[in-house]
């Protein structure tokens, strides 16, 4: 998929000179020619919109017991063992949830950048992306809180889900103010691994912006229509 006229790039205002208008040009190309994969995909695949919430409840499983057997691997294999492993259910399908909707609004998000008329613009639009990587902080807060609750419900002592969500707020705040602490880094890798499936749109946006700028240093030139 090529840049054209048609995609606003003759209104294209430079910033930094010449390096920048390449490196913005060939962001935008690279960026389109994800989004044109990512549609021809979809007209290409049956049942497209089930097999991409089955993928992200993989990764949101994967993602889980990778962070649970690095981070906490006591806790993984202690008395509550089978709790941990029921809990991944509600993990899968509520991460999947996340990951599926805001997917949807990043798309919406790369094709309104990719028909705006200036790289202010185009940058404004794509940074909205960090506000879904904050939602996806607060997301999985209530994930665990919720997964939790919801198992706890089929034992014999259900917890309390306002209780649990004080629990992981006051984690949260801990982290935030020792973040060197020893359980607190534990807690903020926990995080990190827990919302990497929610950050892809945004380190996907990263790694075409880098890519894009190591050409241009290079001497690449943008693909003309």
Not at 206 to 213: D, E, G
Request: with cysteine.
């Amino acid at each position: 998929m090529q840049l054209t006229k048609g995609h606003g790039t003759e209104k294209l205002q430079p910033m930094f000179g010449e390096f920048g208008a390449v490196t913005f040009t060939l962001w935008r190309q690279r960026l389109a020619a994800l989004l044109h994969v990512l549609q021809e995909r979809k007209r290409r695949t049956r049942f497209f919109y089930a097999k991409l919430f089955l993928f992200f409840v993989g990764l949101n499983v994967a993602c889980y017991w990778i962070a649970m057997l690095t981070a906490f691997p006591e806790v993984t294999f202690g008395p509550r063992q089978v709790h941990y492993f029921w809990v991944q259910i509600p993990v899968g399908l509520l991460g999947a949830l996340f990951d599926s909707l805001s997917l949807f609004v990043t798309v919406y998000m790369v094709r309104r950048a990719l028909a705006s008329a200036t790289n202010g613009s185009y940058v404004a639009h794509l940074s909205l992306d960090i506000g879904i990587a904050v939602l996806a902080t607060f997301w999985v807060l209530f994930v665990f809180s919720a997964s939790g609750w919801m198992i706890s419900l089929m034992g014999s002592q259900p917890e309390s889900l306002v209780a649990r969500n004080s629990a992981y707020q006051d984690r949260l705040f801990q982290a935030l103010q020792d973040p060197t602490g020893r359980e607190e880094l534990r807690n903020i890798y926990f995080g990190v691994l827990m919302g990497l499936s929610a950050a892809l749109p945004t380190l996907t946006h990263v790694y075409c912006s880098l890519r894009a700028a190591a050409s241009s240093i290079r001497g690449a030139a943008p693909i003309q229509a």
